[in-house]
Nanobody, 124 residues
């Protein structure tokens, strides 16, 4: 009964910052990969950032240099620090988890466990 609980979304103006949090409970295997995905109105859900069980990370091109994914030492909390936010970042942001191996690491269908999402709105 894996549960992912997200928080930290909100409304900000362009150029502002937010930090999203995802807390995992009920997880029986520690060597999982965790990621952040987002879905804007009228668009498909897309990968934003992923952190691997060994500490490596991957980012979508459109967030490189602005967003950072990292984990707490206990590995059961993952964060997404979002800086220099743009209106096009407006979306519902979801936390996801999956045990490796994963080939399509930025593809939503590769992940089995999902949070309910937290809304991020960036105004111009």
């Amino acid at each position: 009964q894996v549960q992912l609980v997200e928080s930290g979304g909100g409304s900000v103006q362009a150029g502002g910052s937010l930090r999203l949090s995802c807390v995992v409970s009920g997880y029986t295997y520690s060597h999982y990969w965790m990621g952040w995905f987002r879905q804007a109105p009228g668009k498909e859900r897309e990968g934003v950032a992923v952190i691997y069980s060994y500490g490596g990370t991957s980012y979508a091109d459109y967030v490189k240099g602005r967003f950072t994914i990292y984990q707490a030492n206990d590995k059961y909390t993952v964060y997404l620090q979002m800086n220099s936010l743009k209106p096009e970042d407006t979306a519902m942001y979801y936390c996801a988890a999956q045990t490796p191996p994963i080939r399509a690491i930025m593809t939503p269908t590769s992940y089995n466990y999902w949070g309910q999402g937290t809304q991020v709105t960036v105004s111009s």
